[in-house]
């Protein structure tokens, strides 16, 4: 796969910042991380977290383990686990940044509440619908609680708690919350919008498999 520009960029950076600033200095290790954070958006997450799984343990060291830095990089490294074909291992990464960043920033916080969905979503990739089904229900209402119903972190959810429902066998449940959630994304969004036509193809999805 060809080097990313972007990430081609940032990585002939990094000698001059260590010569300059020094490999600890944090610009250099944020310099590392764009190049992690690149590679993986070019569509190479296995490189990406082989960036990162090192950079995590030089923040540590440098930065702290509660500096938000050393968190975002576990948040991505996580990530590009799972996107290199490793759900279980991004489900049990993130299940770990969590408690850190429910300590450290709150339970509240969005970057926790982010984390959570990332959580879920793995879990449901990682085999365990039923489990995903049951983690998302409560993020839906934290998200509304903190966040609001209308905001797109709550919608985003509220639409995996629908597909994950149905994926663990309850289709009618399913149709229940794609038809609110259709309702609510027409208002928000109008009905035409990507997102509302893609929840009622949805529901349509589930009320078809609910009547066979």
Known sequence: MTRPAHATLFESLIPDRIRV???DHPDTLTTRHQVAFYTGQ??????ARDLYTPL????T????ADHPDTLNTRNNLAAAVGDAGDPAGARDLYTLLIADQTRILGADHPDTLNARHNLVFYTGQAGDPAGARDLYGPLVADQTRVLGTDHPDTLSTRQALAFYTGQAGDPAGAC???ESLVADRTRILGADHPD???CRERLAFWAAA???
């Open 21 to 23: 600033l020094a490999a």
């Open 42 to 47: 070019a569509g190479d997450p296995a490189s």
């Open 56 to 59: 995590i343990a030089d923040q």
């Open 61 to 64: 060291r440098a930065l702290g």
């Open 176 to 178: 229940d919350l794609f």
């Open 196 to 198: 509302t036509v893609f």
């Open 210 to 212: 609910q009547a066979t």
